[in-house]
């Protein structure tokens, strides 16, 4: 397996377990969600990485716990293979990065269909999720720890990745179609 890239951050105990923070691009306008949930954090020995968004700006979210970072944007490549769980919104790239890394997640859906994607992932065993009337500081910080202390979700969340790996590329998958299709032309 390839060394992962670095992360442009560091923290004060980097042998923690490092939790990713996102609410995607659509659904990281309320800032007050992102301190919710680094506040119910801040006493637990993780560290927390958040990305708020490129159209917000990580100093609004006033003073960090320490062992908080917070940025506009990192790309997930970057972040997710140094990740032991994530805290997200359930929306699709976020999700299928989550699931390819093997990650299990706390699901914090927010709107159109990060529902559907909360319920699935949860459904598969690989997340847990808080609707927006069960996000509570006391929720939030319940539900990680669970995730990050159940077996059941890690391995249920390597499996699935294990079962991405397994399925073929786009160019495999536009060969095969390419090569069993009727010709349009005759």
Not at 8 to 17: A, K, Q, R
Not at 62 to 67: A, E, H, I, Q
Not at 118 to 129: C, Q
Not at 150 to 166: F, Y
Request: net charge negative.
């Amino acid at each position: 397996m390839a060394v992962p890239p670095a992360l442009p951050t560091s923290f004060t105990d980097p042998e923690h377990p490092l939790i990713y923070l996102t609410l995607g691009t659509f659904s990281n306008n309320d800032l007050r969600l992102f301190r919710l949930v680094l506040e119910a954090l801040e006493r637990e020995p993780i560290n927390v990485l958040a990305t708020v968004g490129r159209d917000n700006d990580p100093s609004a979210l006033g003073p960090l716990p320490d062992n908080a970072r917070a940025e506009r944007y990192i790309d997930q490549a970057q972040v997710l293979p140094h990740c032991s769980a994530v805290v997200h919104h359930a929306g699709a790239g976020t999700m299928f990065g989550v699931l390819a890394h093997g990650l299990p997640s706390l699901a914090l859906p927010q709107s159109a269909d990060n529902f559907m994607n909360a319920n699935l992932l949860a459904e598969a065993g690989a997340a847990r999720i808080l609707m927006p009337g069960e996000v509570t500081s006391a929720s939030v910080r319940s539900g990680l720890l669970k995730v990050l202390g159940t077996a059941t979700h890690r391995q249920r969340a390597r499996q699935l990745a294990d079962e991405i790996r397994s399925m073929p590329s786009s160019s495999e998958v536009a060969e095969i179609l390419a090569n069993s299709s009727p010709s349009i032309d005759g």
